[in-house]
């Protein structure tokens, strides 16, 4: 049996393919390779580019014996090209923040496997880093659920 932490891992990532570029979307993230585990540290070779990873998970006793809290940190850091100013940069990366938060907020309980979820974040041009021409957006999501203990 796969743990809740996977299949917690793979909704995030089939949630932020949702999407598509149409109706309140400004980017379509569904393409294959779009949205990938794994940390993307250099601006990807297609853009967009979504990159989601673990970061931390931490443990507390539940508050019913046999349970554990559980919250886990997914790291998620994207990338948008820009052929204009770096103010240009910066609202391209505001627009693909915009789609990631909604994709994720659309269904806070990842499908049923969470309590909830809640985001802190930043976008930004890139040209203060050296990287002209991208749009940076690196959220840190917070998910909470219960684990049983156990078997």
Same mark, same amino acid.
């Given at each position: 049996m796969a743990s809740t932490l996977k299949a917690i891992l793979a909704q995030v990532q089939t949630q932020i393919k949702n999407s598509n570029g149409s109706g309140?979307?400004?980017y379509d993230l569904s393409?294959? %390779? *779009?949205?990938v585990r794994g940390v993307v540290t250099d601006p990807p070779v297609d853009s967009p580019a979504v %990159?989601?990873?673990h970061q931390q998970t931490s443990t507390t006793p %539940?508050? *019913?014996l046999g349970y554990w809290e559980r919250t886990t940190t997914v790291g998620i850091h994207?990338?948008?090209a820009?052929?204009?100013t770096e103010g240009d940069a910066e609202d391209a990366a505001a627009d693909l923040f915009n789609d990631i938060l909604r994709t994720l907020e659309a269904d806070r309980s990842l499908s049923s496997n969470v309590r909830d979820i809640t985001a802190d974040g930043v976008f930004f041009g890139g %040209?203060?880093?050296s990287l002209d021409g991208w749009g940076i957006v690196a959220i840190d999501l917070k998910i909470n659920w219960s684990q049983q203990a156990g078997v």
């Amino acid at each position: 049996m796969a743990s809740t932490l996977k299949a917690i891992l793979a909704q995030v990532q089939t949630q932020i393919k949702n999407s598509n570029g149409s109706g309140v979307y400004t980017y379509d993230l569904s393409p294959a %390779g *779009r949205v990938v585990r794994g940390v993307v540290t250099d601006p990807p070779v297609d853009s967009p580019a979504v %990159g989601i990873f673990h970061q931390q998970t931490s443990t507390t006793p %539940g508050a *019913r014996l046999g349970y554990w809290e559980r919250t886990t940190t997914v790291g998620i850091h994207g990338w948008i090209a820009s052929d204009g100013t770096e103010g240009d940069a910066e609202d391209a990366a505001a627009d693909l923040f915009n789609d990631i938060l909604r994709t994720l907020e659309a269904d806070r309980s990842l499908s049923s496997n969470v309590r909830d979820i809640t985001a802190d974040g930043v976008f930004f041009g890139g %040209g203060s880093y050296s990287l002209d021409g991208w749009g940076i957006v690196a959220i840190d999501l917070k998910i909470n659920w219960s684990q049983q203990a156990g078997v």
